[in-house]
């Protein structure tokens, strides 16, 4: 039987994965990819919860993750077309201009 | 296996082998259609009336060969036109086509079984085709991306603009029966319109119908919003580099958009496969789907395509605002 | 038994999939695992009877955030392998193993299910939709309506940000006047 | 009536802030006119308040509104006008409104006339707070008013440099302020440890609720509080140990020694003490130790007296000694006596600084009645004036000081301390002699002041008939003793002369005028015909002990303040070498870190990100411990 642990743990690996991208990758698009996923990890482990517990508060919680996500990626991606426009790459090391 | 099993992996079969066969009809359809209207023959020589020139394009198109461009991405590439023909299919499951009956005992191996009207009653049905059909951007989207051409891209450019955009009336003008209906179910839509043509929603929601028929238009890459593959701009947009066997999944992905479309119409404005009168609800049905169908022939032949940013003017200026405005006043009139 | 079959399929292809994005050179590879990756989650919601919600990641991730960051990248050559310094494997290795075992060890060992109550309980004599529909517009209708608010101000932020010469339509300008800005 | 109390404590603060209105600007006499009239108007209001309690034997309390409601604590605004408030509101008033009007005169070409009022009708208000308060915080409210405004008017010119001990030896008026305030504050802190002993075993701080639980409190528990508001009173009446201030207060302006003397600041001891009798009156040691101070202190300071050359040191010294005579008083347990020698020492006293204010201004600030003699020709108001000040002082018949002041040496005889009785009464001599040794060195003899050039004048008209009311009361004020008698007991324990007593009355009565007229003639012998210095008196020891204050000043400054300087250092070096180096080295390490770290800014998103999982992590692994914690 599937119990609410397979979920949650499930949802922390994916978020372990999206961790490991935001660690790894240096180009902002790939950075919006795994903050994606750490987003949907999260969502995975509160409509779960909602359903083993009978609380609808998870999927409210999820709806407003998603809601968030629609807002990232709008002004996000209009962020990523200037940086692009103006500095032709996405890549984070080439665009380390605020140094200490 | 019980009755209900054995229905539904009928029904699944009629739908895969049906929905299929149509989109190779419908281009026979089509071509006769337009054709006639604009006073020519159309295909005449295979076969009667050219009956055959279905097998002989479907022999031609299988039996092309499967050009794979050199910069292309080969994988997206070859992934790209199932992704169009799956959703397509996949949002057939949540739609009803006839009213569930029982095959005869007398019919060997599969009597007795109960086919179902859909294949998987979800309650969020509407909502669920939506969600399937907004996945088949992906298709076209992918594709003009992977093929490493600019004709490509733009055209996926078009595909992501055009379809969220429309998606957003399709949704909005949708919304108006469901809140009349109270439900998401398309069983539910059919139910509530079983009594005679006074009872179709299309006279209680006659803006939310035009909308949504506009809105699939667009939705189904159909004349005049036919922008993705436009030859006269963009050769053949997302499908330039196609060819063969995967070009046909496109097109069978398309018409059975199309099949799709003129279904949900039926169901939601039209008052579905209910009997009138006399007549038996499952004609009816056909004669409905087959008369949206022939409706987007004769919009391709009576029609001109519109530019990119008139078409985003239509959506985002006179299409959502009305489908807001209507949504609006159909809260108010539910409230009174 | 079909939830479990469905459940180790959905897992091993949804971490499959992660894990392409996550790992992958192109582009195009990410972003498609990563909208697939989107759907098979959306089915992992349809499997915890959340209808609805795997309804809205459908439309809303899958086609429309998704979308959105395919149209993105419709600004650079996504063919091309991209050429970007990753951070030395071992050290990530080990911070996102490390966070996966706690994260396991958290989930899959300590967490006391005495301790949680429902303060919102499901309604089963309602469908989810239906129940969703409650619960938002009840409970949660001022977080409902700020969400609304976000997503406004993000529409015309993305707006502000991406489209500064919106009004002027390229197709509407004649031709030599055209060619006169190009020669600018 | 509620509305006259008002009046009355109000009239000196509208007073105060009109004249803070100007205090940046240049002189304005309608200031000085208008706040001498409000303080009048108080005056006036006092005067019909202690009329109508005399003729009605009404009290009348109000309570201006809850000042302090916390817990347990509610402290009121409130204010009584009762037989010894009354007393001391007429006494305070009226004695400042003389020096407010005789200030319009003396302050005449100072650049600060206006601050000066406003000052000055602070200080009025404070000490009517402190007269009229229904409980003990307001007094201490009034207390600490007083000092702070003692504190302005000693150091109202502030701008004099400070010079040597051998020049001036209160060195300069801001030293003198801060010694004032300083030594105040000392003996303030004995004081809140009375009215916290107080609060803490009754609860209360209201005057009526203290006095009717005194029966239920330990005799420790009163002696404790006893002794603790009598050191308050030490510091503000200036009782040895704690006398120096008053002396070095004579830096500030002539109206506001006046004023410190006669009416608002130095009374305010006695006035506790007065106030607080039914405290007192069950702390018999206490009342003994209080009462052999005051004897010491009469005697002391008298002696000071003897020797001094500066002509408001010595009433100020005498100052010192009349409140020991107060004190005596109060200790033997004759508060009422004590009371009435506070009132009518204070019209003359207020007379003789006015008087001495008057030669000063003539004399062009000269001060050292050495360089002074024979200016009765040149001032013969001011020399009526001091005369008769320096016989009620003395104690003749029939002038006020004599009745008072017979009264306190009778009550030491009355209850058997001749030791007390015996100095009180050298003491009294020994007032009769340096009063006149200072009225004829000035008035009398060799015209000195030629050689230093001085011209001396009379001073104006207006302010020498402003001083009259003072004259009249100094003369007649101790008729009315039968009557106070009779007023007063409403309110403080009779006392009476037992028998034995009553018909030696008469005896001590001639011994002591013996003694006063004594006193006066041989200050006439020894000054009259003008100053002989001989060298071998003033060589003596006791004379140079004497005007040198017993070298107390020397003493305080070489065992107190010297220690406690080099004390002071320390603790600075302390500071420097141990916090102020803890502070510097948090910074320090700070900034070395900030230094070290700022490597980690490195403007890579992906560091920062790198980081954030980090932290993210630890989080994690605190959340997991507290778990298992849990």
């Known amino acids: 039987m599937i119990g609410l642990n397979h979920y949650l743990v499930l949802a922390g690996i994916l978020f372990a994965i999206g961790l490991i991208g935001v660690l790894r990758r240096r180009n902002l698009l790939m950075l919006f990819f795994s903050t994606e996923i750490m987003l949907n990890a999260a969502n995975v482990a509160f409509a779960a919860i909602s359903n083993f517990y009978n609380d609808l508060s998870g999927q409210m919680f999820a709806f407003f993750v998603i809601a968030i996500a629609a807002s990232e990626v709008a002004i996000g991606l209009g962020l990523l077309i200037l940086v692009y426009k103006k500095e032709n790459t996405l890549d984070l090391d080439d665009l380390a201009s605020m140094k200490g | 296996m019980d009755a209900l099993m054995i229905g539904t992996i009928i029904k699944i079969l009629i739908i895969l082998l049906i929905v299929s066969a149509i989109a190779g009809f419908g281009t026979y359809i089509e071509r006769k259609v337009l054709a006639f209207m604009q006073r020519r023959l159309g295909p005449m020589h295979v076969g009667p009336f050219g009956l055959l020139q279905i097998a002989a394009d479907g022999i031609k198109l299988f039996t092309k060969e499967d050009i794979i461009p050199q910069n292309a991405n080969k994988f997206i590439f070859s992934l790209a036109p199932t992704i169009t023909a799956a959703t397509a299919f996949i949002a057939m499951a949540a739609l009803p086509l006839f009213p569930t009956f029982t095959i005869p005992e007398a019919l060997p191996l599969i009597g007795g079984a109960i086919v179902p009207s859909v294949i998987a009653d979800i309650n969020i049905g509407i909502l669920f085709i939506l969600g399937t059909m907004a996945a088949g951007l992906y298709g076209p989207l992918l594709a003009g991306m992977a093929q490493s051409n600019k004709w490509g891209i733009l055209g996926s450019a078009r595909t992501a603009v055009q379809f969220l955009s429309y998606e957003v009336v399709t949704g909005l003008s949708v919304l108006a029966p469901i809140m009349l209906v109270g439900s998401l179910s398309l069983i539910d839509f059919n139910d509530a319109q079983i009594g005679g043509i006074g009872s179709w929603l299309i006279w209680q929601q006659p803006v939310a119908f035009i909308l949504f028929l506009i809105a699939g238009f667009a939705e189904t890459n159909r004349t005049p919003f036919d922008l993705l593959e436009h030859e006269a701009e963009i050769i053949s947009g997302y499908v330039t580099e196609y060819s063969g066997l995967r070009w046909g999944m496109f097109f069978i992905g398309e018409y059975t958009n199309m099949v799709t479309i003129s279904i949900i119409a039926a169901v939601v404005f039209c008052g579905g496969y209910n009997d009138i009168g006399f007549v038996s609800g499952w004609l009816l049905f056909i004669l409905k789907v087959v008369f949206f169908f022939f409706l987007m022939l004769w919009v391709r032949a009576a029609w001109p395509h519109v530019r990119p940013d008139q078409m985003m003017w239509l959506c985002w200026k006179v299409l959502m605002p009305l489908a807001v405005v209507n949504v609006v006043i159909t809260g108010i009139i539910i409230m009174l | 038994m079909f939830e479990q079959i469905a459940f180790y399929i959905f897992s091993v292809l949804t971490i499959g999939l992660f894990l392409v994005t996550v790992f992958s050179k192109n582009v195009l590879y990410a972003m498609t695992s990563l909208a697939s990756g989107m759907v098979l989650i959306a089915g992992f919601f349809f499997l915890v009877g959340a209808d609805f919600l795997g309804v809205v990641q459908l439309i809303v991730y899958v086609g429309a955030v998704m979308a959105l960051y395919a149209f993105g990248m419709m600004f650079f050559n996504v063919t091309k392998d991209l050429k970007e310094k990753t951070t030395s494997n071992i050290w990530v290795m080990i911070v996102g193993v490390s966070v996966a075992l706690l994260m396991t060890l958290m989930f899959g060992g300590v967490v006391n299910p005495e301790a949680i109550y429902a303060s919102l309980p499901i309604n089963s004599n309602m469908t989810n939709p239906q129940a969703v529909g409650m619960a938002l517009f009840t409970k949660y209708l001022v977080p409902f309506e700020v969400a609304a608010i976000m997503l406004l101000i993000a529409m015309i932020g993305g707006i502000i940000l991406a489209g500064k010469k919106m009004d002027t339509s390229l197709t509407n300008i004649e031709d030599e006047e055209l060619q006169r800005k190009d020669v600018k | ?630």
């Open chain 4, 1 to 630: 009536m509620e509305s006259l109390v008002y009046i009355a404590l109000f009239a000196p603060l509208v007073s105060s802030l009109f004249a803070g209105l100007f205090a940046m600007t240049p002189k304005k006499q309608f200031v000085g006119v208008i706040s001498s009239l409000l303080l009048f108007v108080s005056f006036a209001a006092s005067a019909i308040l202690a009329y109508h309690i005399a003729s009605t034997n009404e009290v009348i309390h109000v309570k201006l509104m809850d000042w302090i409601v916390v817990g347990g604590l509610n402290i009121p605004f409130g204010f009584i006008a009762d037989y010894v408030s009354v007393t001391m509101m007429v006494v305070v008033t009226l004695v400042s409104t003389v020096v407010h009007i005789y200030s319009i005169g003396y302050m005449d070409h100072d650049k600060s006339f206006n601050r000066f009022f406003s000052y000055l009708s602070a200080f009025v208000f404070s000490m009517l707070v402190l007269v009229m308060s229904d409980n003990f915080a307001g007094l201490f409210i009034g207390w600490e008013g007083v000092g702070v405004c003692s504190w302005l008017l000693i150091g109202f010119w502030y701008h004099k440099a400070d010079v040597t001990r051998d020049i001036n030896p209160s060195i300069s008026p801001s030293w003198a302020a801060n010694e004032a305030f300083i030594m105040n504050r000392i003996a303030d802190l004995g004081m809140l440890v009375g009215l916290f002993i107080i609060y803490w075993n009754v609860g209360s701080l209201q005057y009526d609720i203290v006095f009717a639980q005194i029966p239920n409190l330990a005799p420790a528990v009163l002696t404790a509080a006893a002794a603790a508001l009598f050191i308050g009173a030490m510091g503000k009446s200036a009782q040895f140990p704690l006398h120096t201030w008053l002396t070095d207060a004579m830096e500030g302006p002539t109206p506001v020694s006046a004023l410190i003397h006669a009416a608002t600041m130095v009374t305010a001891g006695v006035f506790l003490v007065i106030r607080a009798n039914p405290i007192f009156s069950v702390t018999p040691e206490v009342s003994y130790i209080i009462a052999a101070l005051g004897t010491f202190v009469a005697f002391f300071a008298a002696s000071m007296a003897l020797v001094n050359r500066d002509l408001k040191r010595i009433i100020a010294f005498s100052t010192l000694s009349q409140l020991g005579y107060m004190f005596a008083a109060a200790g033997l347990g004759a508060y009422w006596i004590a009371l009435f020698h506070l009132a009518a020492h204070a019209f003359f006293k207020a007379l003789l600084f006015l008087g001495a204010g008057n030669v000063m201004h003539g004399m062009h600030n000269e001060l050292d009645i050495f360089k002074m003699g024979g200016l009765k020709k040149a001032m013969r108001g001011t020399y009526l004036y001091m005369g008769l000040a320096s016989l009620a002082l003395a104690g003749i018949f029939p002038l006020a000081g004599f009745y008072s002041k017979d009264a306190i040496i009778e009550t030491a005889f009355n209850e058997g301390n001749l030791i007390l009785f015996v100095i009180l009464i050298i003491t009294a001599g020994m007032t009769a002699f340096y009063s006149f040794r200072q009225v004829f060195l000035t008035f009398h003899g060799d015209e000195r002041y030629h050689e230093f050039g001085i011209h001396p004048h009379e001073m104006y008209k207006y302010v020498l008939i402003a001083m009259s009311p003072l004259a009249i009361l100094a003369v007649i004020a101790g008729w009315f003793k039968g009557w106070f008698n009779g007023f007063i007991i409403h309110m403080l324990p009779n006392y009476e002369m037992s028998e034995h007593t009553h018909h030696l009355a008469l005896y001590i009565t001639l011994i002591v005028s013996a003694f006063a007229i004594g006193g006066i003639i041989l200050a006439y012998i020894k000054y009259n015909k003008g100053l002989v210095r001989s060298e071998k008196t003033e060589g003596s020891f006791v004379y140079k002990l004497l005007s040198n204050q017993y070298y107390i000043p020397v003493i305080y400054e070489a065992m107190i303040s010297k220690p406690y300087a080099e004390l002071s250092k320390l603790a600075w070096k302390a500071d420097m070498k141990i916090v102020d180096a803890l502070v510097d080295l948090i910074a320090k390490i700070i900034y070395a870190g900030g230094d070290k770290t700022r490597g980690m800014q490195s403007g890579n998103l992906s560091n920062y990100l790198n980081w954030m999982a980090v932290g993210a992590i630890a989080l994690l692994v605190v959340a997991i411990l507290s778990l298992f914690v849990a």
